[in-house]
């Protein structure tokens, strides 16, 4: 009796061992999923982020330019000089640093063109008044044209570094 009792001991202490490392290795590669994960989202939240960033601004910076020059009493001349500054400053963002690592792959120059751009547009927007429907069409058409390819760009980066790009899927099996 106390030979099979043994045994039995044996056995699921074996079995227990069995399942403890189990659990252990199941833990461990858990928590290296959740690393991984963690990280993607940080360099995707980065370059999305600069992308999107870009694009938001692009919008205000046309809704900000069509109300003064329609001569909107809430928007003043600085408003728009200060919008302006601000698309301006986030498009060397998208070609610059560390952060765009990411969108630099995808880029195809069109932002260097971009910034080119609102150098030569620069003192229209200085010197555009409220009702000069010329100065306006000049600054609203140059800056529209920034809209399509600042949308590829984004969708350019989600595809590259999103949670579902081929780049994504090969660190997953990478795991």
Known sequence: ???????????YGLLAFAVLVF??????SVHRVKQQ???DLREVDASLWLASRAEYELQRLLSTLDRYALGRADVAHEDLLTQFEIFWSRLPLLIQGVDSASIQSV?????????????????AVTTLRPGDRTAYLR???TLQS?????????RGVKA????????????????
């Open 107 to 123: 880029e195809d120059a069109t932002v260097s063109q971009m910034i080119a751009a609102l150098k030569r547009l620069e003192p």
């Open 37 to 39: 994960h963690e990280v």
């Open 160 to 175: 590259t570094v999103g949670l579902n790009s081929v780049a994504q899927h090969a660190r997953r099996r990478g795991l």
């Open 23 to 28: 659990t252990g290795c199941l833990l461990f």
């Open 139 to 141: 600054i609203a058409d």
């Open 146 to 154: 920034f809209d399509a390819p600042l949308r590829r760009l984004s």
């Open 1 to 11: 009796m106390s030979r099979i009792f043994r045994a039995r001991l044996g056995r």
